[in-house]
């Protein structure tokens, strides 16, 4: 396996263990409000009444299956068709990065002025990286 390949995949691992983080996160502190009787677990059968804290943990979770599933589907591209360059490789751990920073913003310090830019530097690092992904498939279809 060529080495910007492997190393772009284990960005998008690293992106999958922080999926499993944030459920690990989430799941805890559901149990901690159950517990504590902050919520009963029937107000998790429609997640409704979390404590604000929860809330934002549950709503984490749920950013972890939005712009990351994007990243994934195009790393993945670039991956079939052996045309990983490093330039997708740094740009893809910026992209995870900037995940992890929007995990701690959002939850662990509920920063709206940080998660907002953290998210942008995401949101523009799969952009690129899907630039390059359209870049390869109209050079190859019709150059």
């Known amino acids: 396996m060529p080495l910007n390949t492997a190393l772009i995949l284990l960005a998008l691992i690293a992106q999958v263990f922080l999926t499993f983080y ?3 996160h989430m799941i805890r502190g559901r149990f901690a409000a159950v517990s504590d009787k902050q919520v009963s677990r029937e107000q998790y059968v429609l997640v ?3 404590p604000r804290a929860q809330a934002r943990a549950t709503r984490n ?3 972890q299956f939005e712009l990351p599933v994007l990243f994934y589907a195009v790393v993945l591209m670039l991956v079939a068709v ?3 360059t490093m330039f ?4 893809a751990w910026v992209f995870v990065v900037s ?3 929007h995990h701690i913003a959002h939850v662990g310090r509920d ?3 940080l998660r907002t830019p953290v998210f942008a530097i995401g949101m523009t690092a799969v952009a690129l990286i899907a630039l390059h992904g359209l870049i390869i498939v109209i050079g190859e279809a019709f150059l």
């Open 82 to 84: 052996n045309r990983v």
């Open 22 to 24: 944030v459920y690990f």
């Open 111 to 113: 920063d709206t002025a």
């Open 88 to 91: 997708d490789v740094v740009i």
């Open 61 to 63: 979770l749920a950013n």
């Open 48 to 50: 409704e009444g979390e």
């Open 99 to 101: 995940r992890i920073a």
